[in-house]
C-alpha cells in the first residue's frame, strides 16, 4: 500500500502543469515581510543567512530580518548585532536572556515582539542556516496576491557541500518528499506540512490560529499547516523557491532529527485525530487520498512488520502459496520502484544528477537482491543452488527455503539491521563501515526503523527533548 | 528590486512543469508497458 501511495503522488505530481497558473503579482504590491529567525548557538551560519536575506531580490524597503537570539552563549550576539549595525532598519537583534524551551518558543517570542514593533503583511519563518536562492521568496510572496492564500512554502533542498554518502541520499529524498509529494498535494488541494525552514504565513491567516505557533508537540510546522487550513485558508508549495538546508552528515545525526520529526507526527495524528476521512469537517485534507498519504508513512513500519509475519505463517500454513504471494507483492514492488525512482528523477534532474546511485540504491542491496530473486528465481534456484553443488555441497532444497524465509523475515529485519548500523556507527574503529551498510540495508529501511522507535518512545511516553541538529555553515551550489 | 519581470519567472516555470509532465507521461506509458509485457509473458 505505501509503495502504491508513492507511485499516486507521482502521477499526480506530473500534472502540476494543469493547475490554475500563479497570479502574476505587480512589485508594488507584494507584501511588507517580517522574517522571523530563531537561532540558538548558530554563530557559524546565521551570519552567512542574514546576508543572503538582505540580498534577496525583494524590495528592501518590504523586508525586515528579525533574528531570535534563544540565549546563546557562542557567538551569535556578536554576529548578529553586527549584521544589524550594517544593515540599520532592517536587521534586528532579538535578545532572550533565559532561553532553552525549543524553538517554537523562540520562534514565539520573535512574532510578539514584531507585532509589537511594526507594520507587516506576512511573516517568513526560516530556519537559522537556511539559504534562500534570489528570487526565492519573490517566487512565495507571488501567491498571497491571491487573498485566499494563508500560507507558501518553497522547495527545501540539500545544500551540504562537499556533500557525503549521507546527504545524497538526503537529497534523492527530498526530491521525492518534496519536489514530488508537495506537487500532489498542490493537485489536491491542500498541504500536509509546509516546512519550518520555510514558511511564508499571511499576517491575517497567523492571526486566525492565535498569531502564534503550537509549542506543544514537536511538528509545530505540521501543526500550523493544519490549523491554517482547517480555518479556511488555502496553503500552497511553491516548488521554483529553491531554499537550501544543511543536513545531517551521519546515522547518528539523522537519527536524531528524523525521530523529532516522527514523534511529532504520530502526536499531530493524534491531536487532529477528528479530520482524517471527514470531508465534512476537513474539506480536502478529510479526503481518502490524503489519509491514505498519511497513515502509510505513519504505518509504515507496523505493515511492514505484518508483511513480514504474514509471509512466514503462509510458508508454514502453505509453502508454495507463501511463494505465489511473495513473487506477486514483489512483482508490485519492482514496478513501483522503478516508477517512483524515474519519477523522481524527472522532479528534479539536477539533484538527480548528483544522487541517482543513491535513488536507486534506496531500497539497500538486499532489497534489491530479493527483488531480482522474486523476478528470476533460477538466479538462486539454479545459479546459486549448482555453484555449491560444484563445490561439493548438497543442498537438497534447502537453500531454496533459507532464502525464501530470509526475505520474508527482512521486510521487518531490515529495521533492525538500520538500527543496528547505527549503533555500529558509534563503535570505534568501526564507523567507517557505516556508509556501506547502509547502502547495504538501504535508507527506505534506516527511515523506517526511526520510526519504528518513534512510535516505542511515544508509547513509552519518553520525555520529548528538542535535539538541535547541529549546524555548521558548509552549504554550496546557491543558485 | 527585481531586475527581471515576474513574467519571466513564470513562464520558465510553466515550461518545466509542462516538461515535468510530458517526461511523468512517458515513464508512466513505459513501466506500464512493463507490468503489461511481464502478465503477457506469465
Redesign the interface.
Known amino acids: 500500500m505505501p509503495l502504491l501511495t508513492g507511485c499516486y503522488q507521482?502521477?499526480l505530481?506530473?500534472?502540476?502543469?494543469?493547475r490554475r497558473?500563479?497570479p502574476?503579482?505587480?512589485?508594488d504590491t507584494l507584501p511588507r515581510i517580517a522574517v522571523v529567525v530563531p537561532a540558538w548557538n548558530e554563530g557559524a551560519v546565521v551570519g552567512r543567512t542574514i546576508d543572503t536575506l538582505v540580498a534577496l531580490?525583494?524590495?528592501?524597503d518590504r523586508l525586515r530580518v528579525y533574528v531570535v537570539d534563544d540565549a546563546s552563549t557562542d557567538d551569535t550576539p556578536a554576529v548578529v548585532r553586527e549584521r544589524a549595525e550594517r544593515h540599520p532598519g532592517r536587521v534586528f537583534h532579538l535578545r532572550r536572556e533565559q532561553g532553552g524551551e525549543g524553538k517554537a518558543h523562540t520562534i514565539n517570542h520573535g512574532l510578539r515582539q514584531v507585532r509589537r514593533e511594526g507594520s507587516y503583511e506576512a511573516v517568513l519563518v526560516i530556519d537559522a542556516d537556511v539559504i534562500f536562492t534570489e528570487?526565492s521568496l519573490?517566487?512565495m510572496a507571488?501567491h498571497l496576491a491571491d487573498d485566499r492564500v494563508g500560507a507558501v512554502s518553497g522547495y527545501i533542498k540539500e545544500g551540504s557541500r562537499p556533500a557525503n554518502y549521507l546527504n545524497r541520499f538526503v537529497t534523492y529524498e527530498y526530491v521525492n518528499a518534496q519536489a514530488g509529494a508537495r506537487r500532489a498535494h498542490n493537485v489536491l488541494g491542500a498541504q500536509l506540512c509546509l516546512p519550518g525552514g520555510a514558511e511564508l504565513i499571511r499576517r491575517e491567516a497567523l492571526d486566525a490560529i492565535g498569531g502564534e505557533i503550537d509549542t506543544s508537540t514537536l511538528a509545530e510546522d505540521t501543526v500550523t499547516t493544519l490549523r491554517l487550513q482547517l480555518e479556511g485558508w488555502k496553503v500552497v508549495y511553491e516548488p521554483?523557491a529553491i531554499v537550501w538546508a544543511e543536513e545531517p552528515r551521519d546515522v547518528d545525526g539523522l537519527w536524531r532529527q528524523r525521530l523529532r520529526w516522527a514523534r511529532g507526527n504520530i502526536q499531530v495524528t493524534w491531536r487532529f485525530r477528528g479530520i482524517w476521512l471527514r470531508r465534512d469537517r476537513a474539506g480536502r485534507l478529510g479526503s481518502v487520498s490524503f489519509a491514505l498519504i498519511w497513515f502509510s508513512v505513519l504505518l509504515m513500519p507496523i505493515l511492514m512488520l505484518l508483511a513480514s509475519a504474514s509471509l512466514v505463517a503462509l510458508f508454514v500454513w502453505d509453502r508454495e502459496f507463501s511463494v505465489d504471494v511473495f513473487r506477486g507483492l514483489w512483482?508490485i514492488n519492482v514496478?513501483t520502484y522503478?516508477?517512483v525512482t524515474?519519477?523522481s528523477f524527472?522532479?528534479d534532474p539536477a539533484a538527480a544528477r548528483r544522487s541517482w546511485v543513491q535513488g536507486f540504491a534506496f531500497p539497500g542491496l538486499i532489497s534489491l537482491a530479493i527483488i531480482a530473486y522474486a523476478l528470476w528465481p533460477p538466479i538462486v534456484d539454479d545459479g546459486v543452488a549448482g555453484l555449491l553443488e560444484d563445490a561439493g555441497v548438497t543442498t537438497q532444497g534447502a537453500l531454496r527455503d533459507t532464502v525464501l524465509l530470509f526475505a520474508y523475515v527482512w521486510l521487518s529485519a531490515s529495521m533492525l539491521a538500520a538500527w543496528l548500523v547505527r549503533r555500529l556507527e558509534r563503535v570505534r574503529g568501526l564507523a567507517r563501515l557505516a556508509p556501506a551498510l547502509v547502502y547495504v540495508v538501504g535508507y527506505g529501511p534506516l527511515l523506517c526503523a526511526i520510526a519504528a522507535a518513534a512510535w516505542g518512545k511515544q508509547i513509552g511516553r519518553t520525555e520529548m527533548v528538542w535535539e538541535k541538529t547541529e549546524k555548521t555553515g558548509a552549504i554550496g551550489d546557491v543558485a | 528590486m527585481t531586475r527581471r519581470p515576474f513574467e519571466d519567472d513564470l513562464r520558465a516555470d510553466r515550461r518545466f512543469e509542462r516538461a515535468l509532465f510530458v517526461r511523468g507521461m512517458a515513464i508512466t506509458v513505459a513501466v506500464a508497458a512493463l507490468v503489461a509485457l511481464r502478465q503477457a509473458l506469465l
Open positions: 507521482c502521477l505530481a506530473s500534472l502540476h502543469w494543469f497558473p500563479v502574476a503579482a505587480e512589485e531580490e525583494y524590495p528592501a528570487r519573490l517566487r507571488r521554483h512483482a514496478f522503478l516508477y524515474l519519477s524527472s522532479f
